[in-house]
């Protein structure tokens, strides 16, 4: 079925250091493609979104571009604040279901001063 | 708008014990999904209703686990007999299908605990 994969955790940077977080998946068709951030005792938030190949999300400084070739949607941010420190998940909308997200495991990120 | 409401907050029970957590979408949304997040496999889609209508439940553990929406504004889900390896964190979440971008939005779930 449709899947996401996404980099094991938890990722510790300092702050104004660059940010990568992998994720690819697996689909039948063109998935829309999401990331999600979750702030400790909270629920998931959307960070940003790409519904078709090339397209490029960005919101907050964050930014993932939708890669058919290479199945991937990996996170990017050039520069890493404490406040970023979350846990960010990468996810699909599964074809044949609706409005079903997939989600990833998710990564933790650790912003230090 | 109050975002999505979940409640408790927190639930610790004891096995065997039946267990309600309760949900109030935004208003106007029209579908509802019910999430499981644990460390070991992650966040799980329980159950998601569109209009109030059960459309996949295939994510449902076990005949324990049984969810309900009864109007456009309430869902619960219930666990009974409950078990120690139910205890994880039960999200919420709500979107208005149709509209292309509307995005979920997830309520701030609740940790249950089974003892």
């Known amino acids: 079925g449709d899947s996401v994969t996404q980099m094991e955790g938890p990722v510790t940077l300092s702050e104004e250091a660059f940010l990568t977080i992998n994720c690819t998946y697996t689909?039948?068709?063109?998935?829309?493609l999401f990331w999600y951030v979750q702030y400790p005792g909270e629920g998931l938030q959307l960070l940003l979104k790409?519904?078709?190949?090339?397209d490029k999300g960005s919101n907050k400084g964050f930014e993932a571009t939708y890669r058919k070739e290479t199945t991937s949607f990996h996170l990017e941010k050039g520069s890493v604040q404490v406040s970023d420190s979350a846990v960010y998940f990468c996810?699909?909308?599964?074809?044949?279901?609706?409005?079903?997200?997939?989600f990833g495991k998710g990564t933790s990120l650790l912003v230090t001063p | 708008d109050a975002g999505v409401i979940q409640s408790p907050r927190h639930e610790v029970t004891e096995m065997g014990q039946e267990v309600t957590l309760r949900c109030k979408p935004i208003s106007g949304h029209n579908s509802l999904f019910w999430y499981r997040q644990t460390m070991m496999r992650g966040l799980e889609l329980l159950i998601y209703?569109?209009?109030?209508?059960?459309?996949?439940d295939s994510g449902m553990p076990e005949d324990r686990f049984s969810a309900k929406m009864p109007n456009a504004s309430f869902s619960t889900l219930k666990i009974q007999p409950s078990e120690p390896r139910d205890s994880a964190v039960y999200f919420c979440a709500s979107t208005l299908t149709g509209r292309y971008n509307s995005p979920l939005h997830f309520g701030n779930g609740t940790r249950l605990t089974v003892t």
């Open positions: 790409a519904t078709k190949a090339d």
């Open positions: 209703f569109n209009n109030n209508v059960p459309i996949d």
């Open positions: 689909a039948t068709g063109y998935p829309s």
């Open positions: 996810a699909l909308l599964r074809s044949n279901s609706g409005y079903a997200l997939n």
